[in-house]
């Protein structure tokens, strides 16, 4: 399918910004398979924030480009992502991601704004470039004024810009086209904590707009203050999924109580061991060798039911 | 004890630290705190003599540096290390991990069997030491460079947001490491992050750098007693 609904995404919303269904993500190198994304099933709803969790390298950057259709050539892809219920992200073609998708009804908020801008080119270039290129209504001063930039601010080039500054120059730039969808890959990493909490002051005014937002992060301090679910994700596989209170509350996977637990405002005590190789998956529950409550029955995959993908969890 | 006194440092006509006073005793955990740009990593450069303040001085145990001009004397340069915050930036791409964690060693040219113990201590099984930056995640690159920072039995480790890229438990697991050197070697350490509860957990006293240029001042008020299992 290659057409979908009209670009009513603030106006009559569907049920869901965004459906992926047992996403699968492969990379093939020399010599070896990388298993970076497994049978992933989850929505994002319009007003909403899904924060995705997880250590790093555990495939949840590769996740968000597979939903951008910017994987490499070496990548395998299967499974669905319906946006708003019609596009199907991973059949639709390159030239409709380019042309329709991204930018339009995707935005993406970069991982580190400071590299993500052209460095020769001022904020102001950028972002007028961005608005021609997407025919948005909205104007440079007006976008600006929206995240707190001076106007002067967009005078200046990436270098000149201050961590913060850049990261409201690119939520500026991943807003001109007005997407329905936000995807937001580790928007806060390297930025000091005030600044981090402004970040995500600013997302969820986006899904209080009625923005669906799926934030990837390692942070579960940002994560907590502003998503409204959680998806907690260990070696490829989606471990934990729910209300993001909840989760965080009471985690049941033993991963994402871990994770909850490594916390310093908690009992700051790290997972023992070391998540797997991607290339080399342990047969069965992946965090077996590393789980202190495993049982004979973690020698089989466990599947994600009611919200966990856990054989103990679940007795 | 780690000591700057009158520390003055500019960056053009930019005066980034003015007239600061710091130290950092034996054994002694000091979080340091502060706004971004306040100079809390200028001040950790300054103190692991990696920069040369334009005024004031810095003395390690009670000797001071003289006026050196590139860099400091090796002896008192290896009586201190530093971490970065982004692995990246701070190792060799050519090397693999476990060339990285020996650099130290070769340079001072000791053996380098200590290398190998650093490793498993950071938590790097032998299979990641035999790989290359490209091939590791940032949290298993920044164990390594820990570890390296350990190799030369440093008197005084400087922590520069050492975690901020890393996830809770690879963050949990390098404080303790930290943590653990500490108690073995009685070395101080200067643990500055902008996570005021990270902070409170890992520090025994803490102190604040306030805004660029003024005058920051701010010995911790109330050492926190240091008791830790």
Redesign the interface.
């Known amino acids: 399918m290659t057409t979908s609904a009209p670009a009513d995404r603030l106006g009559t919303r569907p049920a869901t910004a965004l459906d992926v269904r047992d996403l699968t993500v492969t990379f093939r190198l020399p010599g070896a398979t990388v298993q970076a994304v497994t049978q992933a099933s989850f929505e994002v709803r319009p007003g909403r924030c899904l924060a995705l969790v ?4 555990c495939g949840k950057s590769v996740l968000a480009h597979a939903l951008l259709g910017l994987l490499p050539g070496n990548a395998t892809v299967s499974g669905s992502a319906l946006l708003d219920g019609g596009l199907d992200l991973l059949a639709a073609r390159p030239d409709v991601l380019a042309r329709q998708v991204r930018g339009r009804r995707i935005g993406l908020i970069p991982q580190s704004p400071a590299t993500h801008l052209t460095p020769v080119r001022t904020a102001r270039a950028q972002l007028d470039e961005a608005l021609r290129e997407l025919g948005s209504a909205h104007t440079a001063a007006e976008l600006a004024g929206r995240f707190g930039l001076r106007e002067a601010d967009l005078d200046r080039y990436p270098h000149e810009l ?3 500054m850049a990261q409201r120059v690119a939520n500026a730039i991943a807003l001109a086209g007005d997407p329905g969808l936000l995807i937001a890959d580790e928007p806060t ?7 981090v909490d402004r970040a995500m002051g600013v997302l969820r005014s986006l899904c209080d707009e009625g923005r669906a937002v799926l934030l990837i992060t ?1 942070d ?2 940002a994560a907590e203050r502003v998503a409204d679910d959680l998806a907690v994700m260990y070696a490829s596989r989606l471990v934990e999924v729910g209300e993001a209170a909840e989760v965080l509350e009471r985690p049941r996977h033993p991963y994402a109580r ?3 637990d ?4 908690r009992a ?4 023992p ?2 998540p797997p190789e991607l290339t080399a998956l342990p047969g069965g529950c992946a965090f077996q060798p590393r789980c202190l409550q495993a049982v004979a029955a973690c020698s089989a995959v466990p599947d994600l039911e009611e919200g966990v993908a856990c054989h103990v969890a679940r007795r | 004890m780690l000591r700057a006194d009158e520390i003055t440092v500019r960056y053009g006509s930019r005066i980034v630290l003015d007239r600061l006073s710091f130290e950092v005793a034996p054994g002694e955990i000091v979080g340091l705190g502060g ?3 306040c100079g809390k990593s200028t001040l950790a450069r300054v103190l692991a003599l990696m920069l040369r303040p334009d005024g004031g001085r810095v003395s390690v145990d009670g000797t001071p540096t003289p006026g050196w001009r590139q860099r400091a004397p090796r002896a008192l340069r290896t009586s201190v290390a530093l971490l970065y ?2 692995p990246r930036l701070a190792v060799d791409p050519r090397l693999t991990l476990a060339e990285i964690i020996a650099e130290p060693l070769a340079a001072a040219k000791l053996p380098r069997d200590r290398a190998a113990e650093l490793a498993e201590r950071a ?1 790097l ?1 032998p299979d990641l030491l035999t790989r290359r930056p490209h091939e590791v ?4 690159l920044q164990r390594a460079c820990l570890a390296r920072a350990l190799t030369l039995r440093p008197r005084y480790l400087v922590c520069d947001e050492m975690t ?10 390098l ?2 490491v930290v943590r653990d050197y500490r108690e073995e070697e009685g070395a101080g350490v200067l643990a500055i992050s ?5 902070l ?3 520090a025994d006293r803490r102190a604040e750098l306030s805004g660029a240029g003024s005058r920051p001042v701010t010995p911790s008020p109330s050492p926190v007693p240091r008791s830790r299992s």
């Open positions: 997880g250590e790093s390298g201050s961590g913060g990493s390297g930025l000091d904590r005030p600044l390692h579960l301090r871990g994770l909850v490594a916390q310093p405002d700051f005590r790290p997972i061991g070391m | 706004p971004s740009g915050q982004q938590g099984t995640s940032d949290g298993q901020t890229m890393l996830d809770a438990s690879t963050q949990a697991l404080v303790g902008h996570d005021q509860v990270l409170e957990r890992w």
